[in-house]
């Protein structure tokens, strides 16, 4: 229980972090509770289909690469698809250019949830120690691909309006799911080398810091274009801010 517990701080802290993001026109909590569990409620229908499209694609024996391309389009359609949504049926309150990254960070937050809880369940003789660092990974990682995946959905708002917002939505559709490909390819590769490979494990450490790189710009850029929408004037910042005066 206290690993759970501990999680679902983090995942409360994950949420309020991202929540800090959207500087100018913040998102209603329970709109965002209700995302993150709209995530959960996704991961776990996915699972079982996950598998056995990785059954029939593998025809019994699949293979790292199939495995892993089969829940990066998975899971990152899915969250696409909840992005979407909420640009159609919520559009009173998806109105931002960054409303894309919050809500698809959010989406990613409630998948993670799901799949960590299934995991604690499978392996609960497990030591704390040893899960929770690869469980917190598990989280941000998500949280990561899910913003990365629903930013320029986004888009539809940006301001100057530039650009039609689809190639750049599909463009970062394409990276979220390349790099939740290329994430679940290391972890697979690893977890079959027993571990000791050092190959999977520097891939993994690269994926980490460029993606988290990725993640940091689109959230400037999100910002910087949300502000040109809400506040041109104001002097705030999405990593410091300005005195006022």
């Known amino acids: 229980m206290l690993l759970y517990a501990v999680l679902v701080v983090c995942a409360l802290v994950a949420a309020r972090l ?17 995302v993150i569990g709209a995530g959960a409620l996704q991961m776990a229908a996915l699972g079982p289909l996950e598998d056995r499209a990785i059954h029939a694609l593998g025809r019994g024996q699949p293979t790292a690469i199939q495995i892993a391309l089969v829940a990066a389009f998975a899971e990152e359609l899915a969250r696409l698809m909840v992005v979407v949504a909420l640009a159609v049926f919520v559009a009173a309150h998806f109105n931002d250019p960054m409303d894309g990254l919050i809500y698809g960070s959010a989406v990613g937050i409630g998948m993670a949830l799901e799949e960590t809880t299934v995991t604690l369940a499978r392996e609960s003789g497990a030591l704390p120690g040893l ?7 598990r989280l941000f990682g998500h949280l990561i691909m899910g913003g990365i995946t629903g930013f320029g959905v ?7 309006p530039g650009r039609s917002w689809i190639p750049i ?29 050092t190959g999977p494990i520097a891939a993994s450490i690269a994926l980490i810091v460029s993606s988290t790189v990725l993640y940091g710009a689109l959230v400037v850029a999100g910002s910087n274009w949300s502000r040109a929408v809400f506040a041109p004037g104001s002097p705030d910042r999405v990593w410091r801010r300005k005195p006022h005066g």
Do not use: K, N, Q
């Open 131 to 137: 899960v929770l660092p690869v469980e917190l990974v």
């Open 18 to 34: 991202v929540y800090r993001y959207d500087l100018y026109d913040r998102e209603p909590w329970l709109l965002m509770a209700a």
């Open 154 to 160: 986004g888009m539809i708002h940006r301001h100057p």
């Open 169 to 197: 939505a599909v463009a970062c559709l394409g990276t979220g799911i390349t790099i939740h490909f290329l994430w679940d390819l290391a972890a697979l590769r690893s977890a079959m080398s027993g571990g000791i490979a």
